[in-house]
């Protein structure tokens, strides 16, 4: 080693746990979304919705920066990524040209809305996207 001390690393992903009163919550172990590839090493802020007989999922997860993931199941235990049809990537400048972090997806009306935190964990500000076709 050249004598550098290296600063320790974060290593999380979402898992699974069950609660029958939405305040005291039972963990199970069971991992929903795992890491893509060795560089990922966050994935964190889950916002799940169902809609029909199946579950969706946004979320963030990190490698080099943290970008927003997409996931869908039919039981909300069993997951499969869909990252790349997520529809919403970091602009080419401005305040969410570096990280798109910790979604929280809601209906308003017919229209399927994100929120979503920019550049610095949103000290750069934060986002409202629309759904289109989705």
Not at 1 to 22: L, Q, T, V
Not at 25 to 33: D, F, K, L
Not at 109 to 130: E, F, H, P, S, V
Request: net charge negative; charged share 25%; proline share 4%.
């Amino acid at each position: 080693m050249d004598g550098r001390r290296r600063a320790p690393k974060h290593y999380y992903h979402i898992k699974y746990a069950e609660s029958h009163d939405g305040i005291q919550w039972t963990p199970t172990g069971v991992v929903c979304i795992d890491y893509a590839d060795a560089a990922e090493h966050a994935i964190a802020r889950p916002c799940v919705i169902k809609e029909g007989n199946r579950y969706r999922m946004w979320y963030c997860h990190r490698g080099e920066r943290y970008r927003i993931g997409y996931a869908e199941s039919r039981d909300g235990i069993s997951w499969i990524r869909y990252d790349e049809d997520v529809g919403i990537g970091p602009s080419s400048e401005g305040w969410d040209a570096e990280m798109l972090a910790y979604p929280w997806v809601f209906r308003h009306g017919d229209d399927l809305l994100m929120l979503y935190n920019g550049n610095g964990y949103g000290r750069t500000g934060i986002g409202l996207a629309t759904l289109i076709d989705g």
